[in-house]
């Protein structure tokens, strides 16, 4: 099959999940809670209507969502590929995002499903359903089954819950819609426990978090104008804290709250010498998307990310110099 420009309707998924026996879901590497909760979400909606199913990401199981039900099932990559017809690419911006393993393990799929919410995303599927209204790719996964009538088990529910929460700020960011709060009311009567559920994803971080926002907070910095707040984190810090990835996640609020500021960023050494950036808008006039763009990154208007080599302190130069040039030009 050939990649799609158009949408594929929700109709043409089914008739791709009726006629198939075997599925693998994948997300993108250093996953979030919403690559780990679509999965979640799909997977055992898939299970309960009777497919097989495997669940793969490329780097596994974050320890801040192991309290998800069924998260057991998310699995690293065999070094043999899966013995599965239909590949589906959830969350996940571009192709390579998935990681080689999980490429390598997905590679006896005939047909590709990419389902996802980046406005970034170049529609690598055979069949794409590119959303970038919808708040979370969560929250896409939850129209796809009930427009399938798809049943929604205990996991299902949960997850896609967390998915959505996740990538709303607890339901606060402007992406956030009526049907947003219809969903999660829709998924509280079936029974999902709020209280709990937000407790688990939000009051149990590990102390070491803590200690590596005063590290970061060590090194805040506001551009003269106010504009642009950055805090970066150096191999170092990680070693000696004993950081796991997910350890950061969410912690750019901190600093994109701010008053006055405009454009938050991070920036974070990694081990293979490349440098992550994170950047948040909380203005739509300034699009990280594009700025992301152009160090080959992508993401959404208000939320993007790029990869890109370092040392540190040349990316970050770099970086904010764009971010300059973008306030200049559209502010
Ligand atoms: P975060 O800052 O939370 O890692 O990512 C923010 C958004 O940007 C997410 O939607 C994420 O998928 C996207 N993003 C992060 N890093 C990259 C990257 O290196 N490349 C692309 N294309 N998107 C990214
Ligand atoms: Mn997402």
Redesign the pocket.
């Known amino acids: 099959m050939s990649e799609s420009i158009q949408n594929a309707t929700f109709e043409q998924i089914g008739e791709i999940i009726r006629q198939h026996e075997s599925f693998v879901i994948l997300s993108h590497v250093r996953p ?1 809670g ?2 780990i909760g ?1 999965q979640l979400a799909l997977g055992f909606a898939l299970k309960a209507a009777g497919k097989k199913v495997r669940l793969i990401n490329e780097d596994g199981l974050p320890e801040n969502l192991a309290f998800l039900r069924g998260s057991y099932k998310i699995e690293t990559p065999p070094a043999e590929p899966i013995d599965a017809e239909i590949a589906i690419a959830l ?1 996940t911006a571009t192709k390579p995002r998935l990681g080689e393993k999980s490429l390598h393990a997905a590679s006896n799929a005939k047909i590709w499903l990419n389902i ?3 406005i970034s995303n170049p529609r690598y599927g055979d069949l794409n359903l590119i959303d970038d209204i919808s708040p ?3 929250q896409i996964i939850y129209e796809l089954l009930l427009a399938l009538h798809l049943p929604i088990p205990d996991e299902t529910r949960d997850a896609i819950y967390v ?1 959505v929460s996740t ?1 709303t700020g607890s339901f606060q960011y402007p992406s956030t819609t009526a049907r947003t709060y219809e969903m999660a009311a829709d998924l509280i009567r079936r029974g999902l426990d709020v209280g709990e559920i937000n407790s688990s994803t939000y009051d149990n971080h590990p102390f070491r978090r803590l200690e590596l926002l005063r590290a970061l907070l060590n090194t805040l910095e506001r551009s003269a104008d106010g504009l642009i707040a950055h805090w970066s984190l150096t191999e170092d810090v990680r070693t000696d804290l004993k950081l796991r990835p997910e350890d950061s996640e969410g912690l750019i609020d901190t600093i994109r709250s701010i008053e006055g500021v405009r454009v938050a960023a991070f920036f974070e050494e990694l081990f293979d010498g490349k440098i992550r950036v994170s950047m948040r808008s909380k203005d739509i006039r300034f699009n990280v998307c594009q700025i992301a763009a152009e160090f080959g990154g992508g993401g959404h208007a208000l939320a993007a990310g790029i990869r890109m080599t370092g040392p540190i302190e040349e990316a970050r130069e770099k970086v904010l110099a764009a971010i300059q040039r973008a306030i200049v030009a559209h502010g």
């Open positions: 979030d919403d690559a679509s969350d996802d919410h980046h979370a790719t969560g998915a990538d």
